[in-house]
């Protein structure tokens, strides 16, 4: 019998939410380096999982004794995803290459400590928009699944590629994994479910929770490679590709990486409005003489853009600036993205980082 509080568990938990876990996402998982492979080969063993490999692709699946294991243990958390078969498996490459970028977002938001099971939220989603559920409360995350149990209002959406929505004190993330290229964009679908969200969590007066200006678009990448090619991207062939004038005015952007687990902790946390008061505690108020969308000014009058939470979209709008108005500025960023925005700024501002090892050591930030 397998524990509900064992790492073991835990395992089966996420996969049986993911559909498939990808076979070389288990090094990502908040499981130890030597301990990890001895719990896949022990639930192997026990035939609780199996590897299930086709086109090249490969990923873990519950077994029959597995789902049977998982609703008896905790039917409230579970039976949403198994019973009635909202997670399925199929063999199609591109079906299965879904659950997959599904699993890595899955993985990026329980690392970064947020909730994602079942019965850990509140069905805020329901068709009833006067059912009296509470507002989240701290950071929450529902998977595309939830968010469909909207009722008929779902049918406008049902081209998104939402990788589901995450909730936070004062903003909702609308959440897309781009991988490591940059993803198809329907950006008529997504103006739907930004709209969508908007009239349900910010109009309704029900549930009135958040401003119109704090629904944002947030987007998970492999690396911050990839963070790079968004940056650069013009929509590709048709134009079929994310641009940064999809109609989002803010796109944050964090890679799957411990780095980017840790800033995700940081932007949905009130840790992030201290850090940047901080930040612009030592600059300028004001703004410059031309029009430039920046947050404070430096002691020599250079604009600055604070730039921990990556917002694609401002970005290019600092360094389009910066370029017309032939202008310098400055960009605060943490350290792991300052390369990035080394190459893509190309001398028109100088990057200052951020230790982010500090940041989570002064602010005592669990990892």
């Given at each position: ?51 299930f490999g086709r086109d090249g ?108 929505i995450l909730f936070d004190d ?11 290229a940059v993803m198809k964009w ?182």
């Amino acid at each position: 019998m397998i524990h509900p509080h064992s790492q073991a568990y835990h395992l089966l938990g996420l996969i049986a939410v993911c559909g498939e876990l990808p076979a070389d996402a288990i090094h990502r998982l908040p499981i130890s380096e030597s301990y990890r492979y001895k719990v896949i080969a022990s639930l192997k063993s026990q035939k609780l999982i199996r590897l299930f490999g086709r086109d090249g692709i490969k990923g873990y699946r519950l077994t029959p004794v597995a789902k049977k294991l998982l609703l008896q243990t905790q039917p409230d958390r579970f039976s949403y995803y198994l019973d009635a078969g909202r997670v399925s498996c199929r063999s199609e490459p591109s079906r299965r290459r879904r659950l997959h970028a599904a699993a890595q977002t899955y993985i990026t938001m329980i690392r970064a400590g947020v909730p994602l099971f079942y019965d850990e939220k509140a069905p805020i989603f329901e068709p009833s928009l006067s059912a009296a559920v509470p507002k989240p409360s701290g950071a929450v995350f529902y998977c595309p699944t939830e968010v469909k149990d909207i009722g008929l209002e779902a049918a406008k959406i049902r081209s998104s590629r939402v990788a589901g929505i995450l909730f936070d004190d004062e903003r909702i993330y609308l959440t897309y994994n781009t991988g490591n290229a940059v993803m198809k964009w329907e950006t008529r679908a997504e103006l739907r479910l930004l709209s969508l969200v908007e009239s349900r969590f910010c109009r309704n007066p029900a549930r009135a929770w958040y401003s119109d200006k704090n629904v944002i678009g947030l987007m998970l990448g492999d690396s911050m490679d990839t963070a790079l090619l968004l940056l650069g991207s013009t929509g590709g062939y048709k134009r079929s590709g994310y641009r940064t004038d999809t109609g989002f005015a803010r796109f944050w952007f964090c890679p799957h990486t411990p780095e980017g687990e840790r800033q995700l902790q940081i932007l949905t946390s009130p840790i992030y409005a201290q850090l940047c008061r901080l930040l612009l505690s030592d600059l300028r108020t004001g703004v410059p003489p031309v029009s430039i969308d920046c947050d404070a000014l430096d002691t020599e009058g250079r604009p600055v853009l604070l730039s921990l939470c990556f917002d694609i979209p401002r970005i290019k709008r600092f360094r389009d600036a910066l370029e017309l108005f032939g202008y310098t500025g400055r960009i605060f960023c943490f350290d792991f993205q300052a390369p990035v925005l080394q190459i893509y700024m190309g001398g028109l501002a100088d990057i200052q980082p951020v230790s982010l090892e500090k940041v989570v050591k002064e602010f005592h930030i669990q990892t």
